[in-house]
């Protein structure tokens, strides 16, 4: 499952407020896979977090995101909006102004 899927499962699967325990409990072993191909189970993921309870599916998902390896949010630092640049910092003096 895509990391992106795991907001609408969470609201289908889990009460909230839940303890960590419980979700682990529930949702431990469901498989998450990265762009690259890689997998962790959801269980691994929460292993890193210090939540004690959850008290929503957002709040749960934010932290499920926020514990996730490089791997699953694609380039690092790549920002489509951005110049063309490729992965240097433009720095601007006073004198380039000139």
Known sequence: MRYSET???????????????????????????????DSVEMSEVLARTSEATYQSAEGLYNSLVGNLDDGFIGRKYYDDRAGSTSGTDEVRTETDRL
């Open 7 to 37: 907001l609408q499962l969470f609201d289908q699967a889990c009460d909230f407020p839940a303890d960590h325990a419980t979700i682990v409990h529930q949702l431990g072993d469901v498989e998450l896979v990265a762009q690259n191909g």
